[in-house]
């Protein structure tokens, strides 16, 4: 993936060790019901990692605990690989939105370290990346991608860029109002969960506007290299509920599904990426999903 040809974004917030956060500025969006509804139930993650695999934050903490500060490199590649990544979901959301006659409100990402206090509560990154609905932000620990490769051999560029725009996509359906079924469910206090269910409409509709993300993106920039497609698809495969289930020798069971199986959630990204269109992402009135 060829990612040094994308705009770097100035919207990302770096709070990791030995780094000053900088105070975003920007107009916040009013959401009313979605983020009211979304903020109640949690926060949307990419992957619903099982507590025991990455410890928790004991109760009493509130920061992250003191360390050495790392000496910065010069160039902080990690550093930029999101802000390109994140630069080039706003260009082509913008561009997107802009075609519908909207403006697109740009997300902020936040990079921090195992844990942080977030606009919908204390988190920490036992869930991977985030998107918290009340304050339009995605949160990502840098460490995780490295856990993923070692327990899942979720390797590549396109794959990590995927999980990021993953968590955008929850934005972009937030702000256009597609998830308003999976809202008004959290709202009246029904169940969402289980195989079918509106959670796992949601988060499929997420990987399906990521797949349109990926789509325009390379049309602009023509950034994807052999192998890249399959790198995400192989991270859509290792996130579906049925897969993590069996990773850990459990029975699977539908009832509990969050995010959809593998194949759904292939699917669902590739309905994205070979449209390019939005309205080919409409998880919740789907029948096969």
Partial sequence: MLWNKARRSDNVNDTRKGKDARTLTGKTLS?????TALAAAGLYSTLDTPSGDIPLAPSNIATPSAAPLAIETAEDLQLKFVQSVLGETEDTWKQLFEQSG?????????????YVDTGCGFASSVSGPFY??????????LDYFTRLEQQFSVVG?????????????????????????????????????GDGGLE??????ADCLAGVWAHHAQRRLDWLEAGDIEAALHAATVFGDDNLQRSKNAVVKPETFSHGTSQQRVNWFK?????????????FTAVDL
């Fill in 132 to 141: 918290c609905p009340s304050n339009l932000q995605v949160y990502l620990d």
């Fill in 271 to 283: 309905t994205g990426f070979e449209t390019g269109r939005t309205d080919t992402c409409d998880t």
């Fill in 102 to 114: 909207r403006r697109y409100p740009k997300p902020s990402l936040t990079l921090f370290e195992k």
């Fill in 157 to 193: 560029d396109f794959a990590r860029a995927y999980i990021i725009a993953h968590e955008v996509g929850h934005h972009v359906q937030l702000v256009l109002g597609m998830s308003e079924p999976l809202e008004e469910a959290l709202l009246d206090q029904q169940t969402v969960t």
């Fill in 31 to 35: 959401v009313g019901l979605a983020a």
């Fill in 200 to 205: 796992v409409r949601g988060e499929l509709q």
